[in-house]
T-cell receptor, first 114, second 113 residues
């Protein structure tokens, strides 16, 4: 199993450009998540999807959209990138394990917005 | 609402010394607690988790954590540090064992040779 995969690994954008970050998992998990990681702030939840066809906002959803394309894939879109969106983005998926969800993370996408 | 506070954004210990990384939580319901580790340029990897089955939880790589309700703490320890333990460590909490995690701000662990 590849686990959680993310593409691209690194991206540079100009302010106002758009892009989509891709995430896929092969563990048959129902739930998937997008986080951003910024120095000194830990990980903050952007959006999550509890199951195929559903998405919900997390702590910092402004400026982002998501699509749960199917059970495997969960994409994050920046419609008009801003320098404040420079960050490392992590996708995760989770499974129930003894009445509790355990999250598994991808390797991350480093995004620089100029 | 749940939150975690990690005391000390940077911790340095000598190789072979005790590692102690602090995490205090706040939760209106019995919490589920996690420690994750992030090695340079990698994603987060689960170290251990508390599920109310036992207050002392053993994880991978020789780490363990003890849940202390009276102190609202879930500190991470390892008796003897190795160079390979150098990484950033995150404490996280969720309620009812559901899927939404709230992370602390992380502690960067440096090992001194």
């Amino acid at each position: 199993n590849a686990g959680v995969t993310q593409t691209p690994k690194f991206q540079v954008l100009k302010t106002g450009q758009s892009m989509t970050l891709q995430c896929a998992q092969d563990m048959n998990h129902n739930s998937m998540y997008w986080y951003r990681q910024d120095p000194g702030m830990g990980l903050r939840l952007i959006y999550y999807s509890a199951s195929e066809g559903t998405t919900d906002k997390g702590e910092v959803p402004n400026g982002y959209n998501v699509s749960r394309l199917n059970k495997r894939e969960f994409s994050l879109r920046l419609e008009s990138a801003a320098p404040s969106q420079t960050s490392v983005y992590f996708c995760a998926s989770s499974q129930m394990d003894r009445d509790q969800e355990t999250q598994y993370f991808g390797p991350g996408t480093r995004l620089l917005v100029l | 609402a749940q939150s975690v506070t990690q005391l000390g954004s940077h911790v340095s210990v000598s190789e072979g010394a005790l590692v102690l990384l602090r995490c205090n939580y706040s939760s209106s319901v019995p919490p589920y607690l996690f420690w994750y580790v992030q090695y340079p340029n990698q994603g987060l990897q689960l170290l251990l988790k508390y599920t109310s089955a036992a207050t002392l939880v053993k994880g991978i790589n020789g780490f363990e954590a003890e849940f202390k309700k009276s102190e609202t703490s879930f500190h991470l320890t390892k008796p003897s540090a190795h160079m390979r333990d150098a990484a950033e460590y995150f404490c996280a909490v969720s309620a009812f064992g559901n899927e939404k995690l709230t992370f602390g701000t992380g502690t960067r662990l440096t090992i001194i040779p």
